[in-house]
């Protein structure tokens, strides 16, 4: 469960002339983002081409080309389609306030504007639904195991939803986290989140009573206390906890958190994962410049 | 035939004419003779202008000095997909103006695409003593204050129907400005209201209002309040839940179950955000019942889907994401004897791939079982001309089809060809197709096929087709009743446009966008075509500082008898008959 997958189907970029990746450098990949380029990189499963703001600075991976395409073949399903190459006719969006647009921005979708043909109205429905069946969602007031009620479907996505202060509805989503060499696990509602930091800064609250991640945080080499300096970058971000935050996602493969913008991450994962960087193989970033503090280079 | 006419008294043949409700056929009427022309105008009570600058409002009222019920469309289709500027137009104030002058007993207003704001709203909601009908259909420029005016105000509202139109949310609280004596509602529709309204202030209204009939709350509106309001309203005929999810709980789903089995006359559902699976049962009492169903919000599964619509033997319009599958619809063409309409929406239009089982197929099935299939809208990533062409065979009773393959461009994915063929079937075999929206790869074969046997065609979008200018001379010289055309995307140019100037007189409305239009050949039909606005669409500054030949970005010709309008904003440029440039 906890080994990376391998990439069994080659990965297609039509115009990415990088496409032959060997699998190690694709595994490499994995813990790598940057914001040109997009090409054949498995981080990029599920979001489209495009280019788009990331969240962190994860480091540059010498990509060659800068395909705007990211055709990905999904490890389930073995068509060769490389059908979204068609983005040479991508124009670019003039800045339109419209909704619909900035979701398919933030998807990193073909730039096309307004195709295909949906409403906006229908676009925004679309975006903030609750999440899939297929992913697993816990409501903390329901409890499945316990629900007798014959009326329940099979893996039914128990989302509910709740208002928050404006009236506006989103749904919660809450996900399981496991670190390792704790046993008992944690849930977090990742909607209540926008941005890495602050999910990051929520996790090492839940699991900082544990000896063992304080253990790690000081072989790591960084000295001050996390719980008290909330500013600086996140350890389980960055890596230099020893421990590295991985996800799984839809397709069941098991992911580098950070890589992709926010909302990507939100349409993808399952569950949590906060791993030893020791076995974290190919999945912590090669770290090539510092942002302030020391680093550890697992790999 | 004059003297005909002239034994009659005019209150007889007004009478007569009271009959007469058809758009067209009273505009025949009118033409008679003056006599008739004129107690036809002085009878008229309802207006439709499909462009609200193709006229402008004092000409409706010097014509129909009596009017009660006037629909505008403003904008054009395409700025549903955001390709028209913010500002462009459209807006319905003067209008709102002219009328609360001129028909201070107007009861109906429908607009579509239009700005509305909230000084409008409370304009009509004390100008028109007896307005009754409010129904703002995409659009935009209002808030929850200008509601509110409405709620306050009309005191014989029966309709106020928002449907999808973009509401600044300010408060929940509108609703409570419907007063307690206030019971004439009888249709609702919240939709598209992202806060939430006032629960106590709605279940109230609900409850005071008996020939309430239709009710679209909004996703605010929990599951577990469902229950209450369907008791207080049993008679509703069209229902929009709010958000279909709750923890399960037995109790809960009983009432809820309950609540639905009263509701005896319930014949439309829609709604069904976030929808929770185990609850859907709790309507499969009234699902033989149903005639429209709309869950194209309802991210369920195609098991689920199932399982409802296969019991829905009686529906006729369903709205549904391709969550339901190629296997859905085999199961909606065996159950659902009586459709006439299919939309099926993507759940992940910018996915590069597929994420569902959903392809031509299904559409072919519904084709094969569903005989009285006439309007199609359906979203797939392949197609074929063979599906093309059972389909065709299969229905050709079919009015509206709508095909959208999410790749521009995409060839048919067995054979590799164009997909000229499949939609030559659509049109040569489906004799009475109104309208048509093309999809795929395309080269001008399609629109030769369009314009030899499209003959009743009125509205004809095109996207990311075509090889030259001869494709649109053919639809433009062939389709005899073509109204509206809209093109973005494909390789057209001057040539046909110019060689079809006429024909542009005789549609409402002419969109082309990203095509090879020239700023030179649009001021060229400005000028000799002075009953048509000719706008350029540009917001790279004034064409006139490019080349000539250069491509325009977006073009919108319309007929007009109002001539240039006064409201254009700075990246709009039209051309007069006296052939200066005019800017806004």
């Given at each position: 469960m906890s080994t990376v997958s391998k990439e069994d189907n080659p990965v297609l970029s039509s115009?990415?002339?990088?496409?032959?990746?060997?699998e190690s450098e694709l595994e490499l990949g994995l813990g790598l983002s940057l914001g040109?380029?997009?090409?054949?990189?498995?981080?990029?499963?599920g979001p489209r081409g495009g280019q788009y703001a990331r969240i962190l600075t994860a480091k540059d991976f010498p990509y060659v080309g800068s395909s705007t395409s990211a055709s990905v073949s999904s490890s389930s399903s073995s068509s060769s389609s490389s059908?979204?190459?068609?983005?040479?006719?991508?124009n670019v969006t003039?800045?339109?306030?419209?909704?619909a647009d900035s979701v398919a921005a933030a998807n990193g979708a073909?730039?096309?504007?307004?195709?295909?043909?949906?409403?906006a109205y229908r676009m925004n429905s679309l975006v903030n639904q609750?999440?899939?069946?297929?992913t697993e969602v816990f409501n903390s007031l329901i409890v499945k195991s316990r629900n007798?009620?014959?009326a329940v479907g099979k893996g039914t996505s128990n989302a509910c939803v709740n208002a928050n202060e404006k009236g506006q509805l989103r749904s919660s989503l809450f996900v399981k986290v496991n670190m390792d060499g704790i046993p008992i696990g944690r849930k977090v509602?990742?909607?209540?989140?926008?941005?890495y930091e602050t999910l990051a800064q929520k996790l090492e609250d839940m699991?900082?009573?544990?000896s063992t991640i304080m253990n790690s945080i000081r072989s790591g080499g960084e000295e001050h206390d996390m719980m008290v300096d909330?500013?600086?970058?996140?350890k389980l971000l960055d890596g230099s906890s020893g421990f590295v935050l991985t996800y799984e996602d839809k397709e069941g493969d098991w992911m580098l958190v950070g890589d992709v913008p926010w909302g990507m991450f939100i349409n993808s994962v399952r569950r949590l994962r906060i791993m030893r960087a020791s076995e974290a193989n190919g999945l912590a970033p090669r770290l090539e410049?510092?942002?302030?503090g020391q680093r550890n280079k697992p790999i | 035939m004059q003297r005909m006419a002239c034994s009659f008294p005019d209150e007889v043949l007004e009478h007569v004419f009271?009959?007469?409700?058809c758009d067209n056929d009273r505009n025949a009427i009118s033409t008679v003779c003056k006599s008739w022309y004129k107690i036809e105008r002085w009878s008229r009570r309802r207006v439709f202008v499909g462009?609200?600058?193709?006229?402008s409002p004092d000409m409706v009222i010097r014509r129909?000095?009596?009017?009660?019920s006037i629909e505008l469309k403003g904008k054009p289709h395409f700025a549903d997909f955001n390709l028209v500027p913010d500002g462009w137009g459209g807006y319905v104030a003067p209008w709102i103006s002219a009328m609360a002058a001129a028909y201070p007993w107007l009861e109906e207003i429908r607009l579509k695409r239009m700005v509305i704001t909230d000084e409008n709203l409370e304009l009509i909601s004390k100008s028109f003593k007896n307005f009754k009908v409010l129904v703002l259909s995409s659009?935009?420029?209002?808030s929850t204050d200008g509601l509110a005016a409405i709620a306050a105000n009309?005191?014989?509202?029966r309709e106020l129907d928002l449907r999808e139109s973009e509401v600044e949310?300010?408060?929940?609280?509108?609703?409570?400005?419907?007063?307690?004596?206030?019971?004439?509602?009888?249709s609702l529709n919240i939709?598209?209201?992202?806060c939430e309204v006032s629960f106590s202030a709605l279940e109230r209204l609900v409850g005071r209002?008996?020939?309430?009939?239709t009710l679209r709350l909004n996703r605010a509106v929990p599951l577990d309040k469902l229950a209450n309001l369907l008791r207080r309203a049993p008679q509703l005929v069209e229902l929009g839940t709010g958000?279909?999810?709750?923890?399960?709980r037995p109790d809960v789903f009983s009432n809820l179950s309950g609540a639905f089995s009263g509701?005896?006359?319930?014949k439309s559902l829609s709604g069904f955000w976030?929808?929770?699976?185990?609850?859907?049962?709790?309507?499969y009492p009234i699902c033989c019942r149903l005639t429209t169903l709309n869950l194209s919000y309802a991210t369920i599964q195609s098991p689920d889907l199932i399982k409802l619509v296969g019991q829905?033997?009686?529906?006729?319009r369903l709205w549904v994401l391709d969550y339901i599958e190629d296997a859905g619809l085999d199961a909606v063409a065996a159950s659902c004897k009586d459709l006439r309409e299919l939309r099926v929406f993507p759940s992940?239009?910018?996915?590069?791939?597929?994420?569902?089982?959903?392809?031509?197929q299904g559409l072919v099935s519904i084709s094969e079982g569903c005989?009285?299939?006439q309007s199609v809208l359906y979203f797939c990533r392949q197609m074929s001309n063979a599906a093309l062409m059972t389909i065709a065979r299969n229905r050709p009773n079919m009015t509206r089809f709508r095909l959208c393959?999410?790749?521009?461009?995409?060839?048919?994915?067995?054979?590799?060809?164009?997909?000229d063929v499949g939609f030559g079937a659509i049109v040569e075999h489906c004799k009475d197709l109104q309208r048509l929206s093309l999809s795929g790869l395309l080269t001008d074969l399609v629109f030769e096929y369009i314009g030899t046997?499209?003959?009743?065609?009125e509205m004809l979008s095109v996207a990311f087709a075509g090889e030259s200018d001869l494709g649109l001379h053919h639809v433009l010289s062939g389709c005899?009743?073509?109204?509206k055309l809209e093109i973005r995307d494909?390789?057209?140019?001057d040539k046909a446009l110019l060689a079809n100037a006429a024909k542009l007189e005789t549609m409402r409305s002419l969109w082309m966008s990203s095509?090879?239009?020239?700023f030179g050949a649009c001021k060229l039909l400005g000028q000799k075509m002075p009953r048509l606005n000719v706008e350029v669409i540009d917001?790279?500054?004034?064409?006139?500082?490019?080349?000539?030949s250069c491509p325009i970005d977006k073009l919108y010709i319309y007929r007009t008898?109002?001539?240039?309008?006064?409201?254009?904003?700075?990246?709009v440029w039209t051309i007069d008959e006296d052939s200066a440039m005019r800017l806004s």
């Open positions: 115009e990415d002339s990088s496409s032959c990746l060997d040109v380029g997009v090409g054949a990189c498995k981080a990029q499963q059908s979204s190459s068609s983005l040479s006719r991508a003039a800045g339109t306030k419209r909704s073909s730039q096309v504007v307004g195709w295909p043909p949906i409403r609750a999440k899939l069946p297929a007798s009620n014959p509602d990742l909607s209540s989140h926008r941005c699991f900082a009573t544990s909330a500013i600086t970058p996140s410049e510092s942002n302030g | 009271s009959f007469v409700q462009n609200c600058y193709a006229i129909f000095p009596d009017v009660r659009c935009e420029g209002f009309c005191r014989n509202l949310d300010l408060s929940g609280h509108w609703l409570k400005h419907f007063p307690d004596d206030y019971t004439s509602l009888v939709a598209c209201l992202g209002c008996p020939n309430l009939r958000a279909y999810s709750s923890e399960l509701c005896k006359e319930l976030d929808v929770v699976p185990g609850y859907l049962p709790a309507v829905c033997q009686n529906l006729q992940d239009p910018y996915g590069p791939e597929p994420n569902v089982p959903l392809t031509e005989s009285k299939l393959i999410i790749e521009p461009g995409t060839p048919d994915y067995l054979t590799l060809q164009p997909l046997y499209a003959k009743k065609l005899e009743k073509l109204r494909c390789p057209f140019g095509c090879s239009v020239t917001e790279r500054g004034t064409p006139d500082s490019r080349p000539e008898v109002a001539g240039s309008r006064f409201d254009m904003p700075g990246f």
